[in-house]
């Protein structure tokens, strides 16, 4: 079964006189929905009796949770203590999925920088093992890194780098974004067919077993030379990827995936189209 649910908390979840995140399980159970994600992205804030009250409702609710870990970490950087850094971030993610019985925590590689391509992969690779091997002393090796698909070319996350990265070790699973998939290509999901080769080259590499148990972004997105823009919303058709030939895709290949949609402002929304457009298909 394929699950959806929202990257962070939709405006209309605030118009209706929500304020606490906490709330989200339970008002993204009422829309038809299955997973969340939370959203640590400017810092893991959120202390342990909020994380286990998370934790709670969304046990409650049959809600999937992950987490979004901060954007500055930074693993290729050429300063050691950035690189110090990224590891204590990913820890403390991990400490907060912990808390609120997470299964996934979602992270961004960094960005090459100054420094050669090559170097910087390979530079981020040491840190994701130091990272593996705290996290396994510390008994929070049952949740799963997923590095992620970016979407700017100056940002370390092609396919191919989060493919070699997850081969580091099985535990890792690829956070496939394929709205930045789409703007880092130019454009590359047109058909369903395109969405079918990015399958089997996760599969080529990972196995079907990781493939199946994607962790998959799905927006509409806007980008130009340098990549992504922006994300954009299901009705701005105007801008690719096309969910339908997507869902069609997944289908085919047995997906039993978490889709999360991070459309601006309608993330739940859209999250809950994609749901219906899904479903359809059945
Ligand atoms: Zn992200």
Redesign the pocket.
Known sequence: MVKFGPGGNSESFYEQGYKLSVDMPGWLRKMGLDAYEYQC?KGVKIGRKTAEEMGRNAALNNIFLSI?AP?YINMPSPEEEKRINSVRYIFETLEAAKWMGAKRI?V?VGSYSKVDKKWALETSAGVLVKTLQIAKENSLDDIAICP?V?GKVNQIGTLDEILALCSLDEKLIP?V?FGHLHARGMGALKEEEDFIKVFEKIEKVLGYERLRRLHI?FSRIEYGKGGEKRHRVLDEVEYGPDFLLFARAMRKKRMDAVVICESRELMAEDALKMKRIYEELE
């Open positions: 992205n979004h954007y979602v961004h992620e970016l956070t974004d972004h």
